[in-house]
């Protein structure tokens, strides 16, 4: 198989900014991205830098970017990468699929995104470790202080094991964090991977560090900053819902009394306006979230969005048939309490 | 036109196409039914949650949309939803009643207190997948009364329509075709620029404001710089924080953009001859004269 890859490359001692080089490489059948690149370093250009360690999908050091994604060189079939590369040139272009030749378009293979580049395909990782040790990313056990129990055997039951088994496959391989466009516009956002992590602790029954976790995490640039796009959970080379456990952070720490956060305000702003009228107060939402001065210093969108006749009732009209709605949540809250 | 007799859906409007995007909900009924899409509102129907609500009380979420689903249920009817937002949550909510007999055991608990059970049985689909998928563009170029030929239009799908894949299978998401299949089913040029699949920063936009406004002033102005007459896309909400941070978006990039933000069902209305005012084009932050111009319309 001849593949033609178009690889990043950037020396910071001689380039002002990366380019793309292009290489054409004979591999065997079934080839990955990693040993292509291998391929690349061994007989083409012994310059090319790039991460590896295992080639098999456990250590996660090879993750980069392919055609604009985030995933694992080693787990990459040169030959589906060919035909993405393809596809997506023909919308590009704005073309139909078969009006371009899989082979003709070079499989384009970059960095991963939201880290400095030290050289060609690796990346500085500080700042991405810096925000994983911040969540303490182990079991806290209960204070040796107050628990003479403490080098007691913890045992975990399967259902409680269950909890944690998908987010245990973790590789820190920071395909994630490359992919996460609320860190890219504001670079402090502590990120999927350490939320994933801290989610992992959290909720395993052998930590007892989940108030103070939760607590760090309700700041400013934490669990409420994520924007939502599922791109981690889309992205994560062992599908582990890493949106998902963002979304269950949140509840945990609701639960445990932290909404102070304008996030967690705005969450409980749209429970407030499902009871009251069974759909979105959007005229309150703000006026909840970040309060009267926030609201009145916007006055100037708002005068825009109502000259567009584009502002909300104040008061929501309750739906139809609104007792309906307030009878099965009345009876979710009681089945709840009673649990 | 005839109407193809299975194209008939419980029409879930969301919250946001009653409220802050009226001209929304104005387009898709006047287009469905020049298509011969038949479209039964849900006034019952309760809001989504957003997820907002799935975030802090996930059970009362699930029960919430389970009503939803059971309304339409009763009715024979699949839903048809016009937000990404709306979509994502009831399918989440379906497929969650679907797979977990527990969530369901609750969740028909819950509803037997207001005479409704779920039995799994209703599919939730978007207007962008019926259009692309089950009407098609080929009966829609068919359809066209006015081929809106030298607009350039850039797809903005937003995410919540597009991931997670396994809750939205219909497009590629890294590589999606439905928008553009669209865009040229009605005469118009789409343009390829960096940012189609991206996020809007909405459901942080109040929150987190200055992050929200980085992630969406960034798609306008790749947007702009390829050229784009307008940006169309399926969502509400993306459209929201397109259209009407817009502003704010040009103070962040220190670039004058005025690009309008239409929604998908507004591109089509137009090609399919239905008068602007109609599908109140004149109810945007961002003016959208210079795509009717562009056209030979103007907002009478």
Redesign the interface.
Same mark, same amino acid.
Request: net charge neutral; aromatic share 6%; proline share 5%.
């Given at each position: 198989m001849r593949a033609v890859f178009d690889i990043s490359r950037f020396n910071p001692q001689t380039d002002r900014a990366p380019r793309l080089q292009r290489y054409e490489v004979e591999l065997p059948d079934g080839a990955t991205v990693l040993e292509a690149l291998i391929e690349v370093q061994d007989r083409h250009d012994g310059s090319l830098a790039f991460r590896r360690a295992c080639r098999h999908g456990i250590c996660g050091s090879c993750a980069v970017r392919i055609?604009?994604?985030a995933r694992l060189a080693c787990s990459a079939q040169v030959s589906t990468m060919i035909e993405?590369a393809a596809?997506?040139a023909a919308?590009?272009?704005?073309v139909s699929d078969d009006q371009v030749e899989v082979g003709s378009v070079p499989v384009r293979v970059e960095p991963l995104g939201n880290m400095p580049v030290i050289k060609d395909l690796v990346t500085d990782t500080e700042a991405f470790w810096r925000k994983v040790r911040r969540v303490r990313p182990w079991l806290d056990p209960a204070d040796p202080q107050r628990d003479p129990e403490r080098d007691a055997e913890r045992p975990q039951k399967p259902v409680e094991w269950d909890k944690v088994a998908e987010a245990v496959l973790c590789l820190e391989c920071g395909v994630c964090y490359s992919e996460c466009?609320?860190l890219?516009?504001?670079p402090e956002?502590i990120g999927p991977t350490a939320l994933a992590k801290a989610h992992r602790y959290t909720v395993d029954n052998r930590d007892v560090a989940a108030h103070s976790r939760l607590h760090e995490l309700s700041g400013e640039h934490g669990l409420?900053?994520?924007?939502?796009?599922?791109?981690c959970?889309?992205r994560c080379p062992k599908h582990i819902?890493v949106?998902e456990a963002i !979304? $269950?952070l949140? &509840?945990l720490a609701?639960?445990e009394g932290l909404r102070s956060?304008?996030?967690?305000?705005?969450?409980?702003?749209?429970?407030d306006?499902?009871k009251e009228s069974?759909?979105?107060n959007?005229a309150r939402?703000?006026m909840k979230?970040?309060g009267i001065f926030w609201t009145l210093s916007h006055a100037a969108?708002v005068v825009?969005?109502a000259r567009?006749?584009?502002?909300?009732?104040l008061h929501?009209t309750p739906?139809?048939?609104?007792?309906?709605?307030k009878?099965?949540?009345?009876? !979710? $809250?009681a089945? &709840?309490d009673e649990a | 036109m005839s109407a193809p007799s299975d194209l008939s859906y419980a029409y879930y409007t969301g919250c946001v196409a009653k409220e802050s995007t009226r001209e929304l909900d104005a387009a898709t009924q006047a287009v469905c039914h020049v298509l011969g899409i038949d479209l039964h509102e849900m006034p019952a129907a309760p809001c989504c949650g957003a997820g907002d609500v799935q975030e802090i009380a996930p059970r009362l979420n699930t029960a919430v949309n389970a009503l939803t689903l059971a309304q339409a249920e009763r009715e024979g009817r699949d839903i048809l939803t016009i937000c990404n937002i709306c979509n994502l949550n009831l399918r989440q909510a379906n497929a969650e009643l679907r797979d977990d007999a527990a969530a369901l055991e609750r969740a028909n608990r819950a509803l037997s207190a207001a005479g409704y059970s779920y039995g799994g049985g209703t599919e939730v689909t978007h207007l962008l997948w019926v259009l692309y998928r089950d009407f098609g563009p080929t009966r829609l170029r068919a359809a066209v009364q006015r081929r809106l030929a030298g607009l350039k239009v850039a797809p903005f799908y937003g995410c919540q329509i597009l991931r997670p894949s396994a809750v939205n299978p219909v497009d590629d998401p890294d590589n999606p075709q439905s928008l553009e299949a669209i865009i040229e089913a009605v005469g118009a040029e789409p343009v390829s620029y960096d940012g189609r699949t991206r996020c809007c920063g909405w459901p942080i936009v109040v929150a987190r404001e200055e992050t929200a406004v980085v992630m969406s002033s960034q798609i306008l102005a790749n947007a702009k710089h390829a050229g784009a007459d307008a940006i169309v896309t399926p969502c509400p909400l993306c459209h929201l924080s397109l259209d009407a941070y817009q502003e704010k978006a040009e103070r962040a990039t220190g670039h004058e953009l005025r690009l309008p933000i239409l929604h998908l069902p507004q591109l089509v209305g137009l090609a399919l001859g239905i008068p602007p005012r109609q599908l109140r084009l004149q109810g945007h932050v961002v003016s959208t004269r210079l795509v009717l111009s562009k056209l030979g319309l103007a907002l009478v």
């Open positions: 055609n604009g994604c993405q596809a997506m919308r590009r272009r704005g466009p609320a890219s516009a504001s956002f409420w900053e994520c924007a939502r796009c599922y791109l959970s889309e819902g949106r !979304t $269950e949140g &509840e609701y639960d956060d304008p996030g967690a305000k705005h969450a409980g702003a749209f429970v306006s499902l069974g759909r979105l959007g939402l703000p979230t970040n969108t825009k969005i567009a006749g584009k502002l909300p009732a929501a739906i139809e048939r609104h007792d309906e709605l009878r099965v949540i009345a009876r !979710t $809250e089945d &709840e | -």
